[in-house]
């Protein structure tokens, strides 16, 4: 498409609006204060500074960047509405409550969950746990909503935690993941696996002495942030997911 097919008649650049749905691999909160990032003005070691608002980050917000640079003619409109420390039986009530209160209509949603369902069981807070029953079930329900509020819908595969392959809960995780993927299917959505690279480049760093992808054995680090968004960015590019988006008008911004 030319560049100039990417401004609408008043002139505004089109708007691509991408929405991310699930836990807190997702939403990835960091403490926030103006003078972390104020070039001119950062605090000395040893100030006390005030945090101001806890901001989303981690992968969604790299992908952000990612995607604005690769198509700097339209606006990425990239809202994470992550929720940390759900299952998929409160994601179910969130995505709802999430869709209402942002009504637009989505070009591209993305979801994943499920890390939470299994890991309950694991902390031993079984009445917040997810069988992988239920778990299905509300996936469905999920997908459900989602495909009414966007053109395309993608799933992502949860992260394993650190540990092997055949570690407790990564072996029940893929369980999950493969209903999951499953599911996908039956609605004709497109699954990106992300555990199979995600445990091969764990693998590759634990010999090779590099940083580990996790910040404490289930959260991300920021190289296992860095990671996703090479992961998730061949997988688009490949795909030619945005570029299927694009050949279809979008939304003036």
């Known amino acids: 498409m030319a560049e100039a097919d990417w401004r609408h008649e008043t002139g505004r650049p089109a708007r691509l609006r991408i929405g991310f749905f699930g836990t807190s691999i997702m939403q990835h909160l960091e403490a926030f204060s103006p ?5 001119m003005n950062l605090p000395e070691v040893g100030d006390r500074i005030e945090i101001t608002e806890r901001r989303a980050r981690g992968y969604v917000h790299g992908l952000a960047l990612y ?5 700097p003619h339209i606006l990425v409109d990239v809202r994470n509405h992550g929720y940390s420390g759900a299952t998929t039986r409160e994601l179910v009530k969130v995505i709802a409550e999430r869709l209402e209160a942002d009504p637009c209509q989505f070009d591209l949603l993305v979801f994943s969950g499920g890390l939470n369902d299994v890991w309950r069981r694991f902390q031993d807070r079984h009445s917040e746990a997810v069988d992988i029953k239920e778990y299905e ?3 469905r329900h999920v997908l459900t909503m989602l495909t009414q509020r966007a053109r395309r819908v993608i799933c992502l595969t949860e992260t394993p935690v ?8 990564n072996v029940e995780l893929a369980h999950y993941n493969a209903v999951a993927a499953r599911v996908a299917l ?3 959505m497109q699954m990106l696996d992300i555990w199979t690279p995600f445990l ?3 693998d590759i760093r634990r010999i090779s002495g590099a940083p580990s992808l996790w910040s404490d054995g289930v959260h991300l680090s920021d190289d296992g942030d860095a ?13 030619r997911i945005i570029e299927r988006l694009l050949d279809q008008p979008l939304d003036a911004g």
């Open 67 to 71: 995607l604005q640079a690769r198509w």
């Open 162 to 169: 650190e540990a092997a392959a055949d570690a407790p809960m």
């Open 137 to 139: 079930a509300n996936y």
């Open 35 to 39: 003078r972390l990032v104020d070039q």
């Open 200 to 202: 091969a480049q764990a």
């Open 186 to 188: 039956e609605f004709g």
């Open 227 to 239: 990671t996703l968004v090479i992961f998730i960015g061949r997988a688009l590019h490949k795909g």
